[in-house]
């Protein structure tokens, strides 16, 4: 599977973004897709995660600020950000996998290449 995110970009604080992933294989709906970020300096870390049926899985951080949804008709999943904080800058990364558990152990089978988000204060 190739993964392709785009919609990064420089926002200021207290405003919005979504991120978009493109995959391109046809089985994208038997895949769970998710986000993950790495600001700089720090480890990747998960952001969420969205099965089959559409049912999320966030990180504890995200706060009711992040949503993430899918298109199975598009084979591409999102990413809403809002209320965008210096602390979000990062490069977000889009993971498609099998099983939803491999999010939070980082064991994902498949990584596109990240889109800079970059919130200035």
């Known amino acids: 599977v190739q993964l392709q995110a785009s919609g990064g970009g420089l926002v200021q604080a207290g405003g919005s973004l979504r991120l978009s992933c493109a995959a391109s294989?046809?089985?994208?709906?038997?895949?769970?897709m998710g986000w993950f970020r790495q600001a700089p300096g720090k480890e990747r870390e998960f952001v969420a995660a969205?099965?089959?049926?559409?049912?999320?899985y966030y990180a504890d951080f995200v706060k009711g600020r992040f949503t993430i949804s899918r298109d199975n008709a598009e084979n591409t999943v999102y990413l809403q950000i809002n209320s965008l904080k210096p602390e979000d800058t990062a490069v977000y990364y889009c993971?498609?996998?099998?099983?939803?558990?491999?999010?939070?152990?980082?064991?994902?089978?498949?990584w596109g290449k990240g889109t800079k988000v970059t919130v200035s204060s």
């Open positions: 993971a498609a996998d099998q099983d939803v558990s491999d999010f939070y152990g980082h064991a994902i089978d498949y």
């Open positions: 969205i099965n089959r049926r559409g049912g999320g």
């Open positions: 294989d046809r089985a994208f709906s038997r895949y769970v």
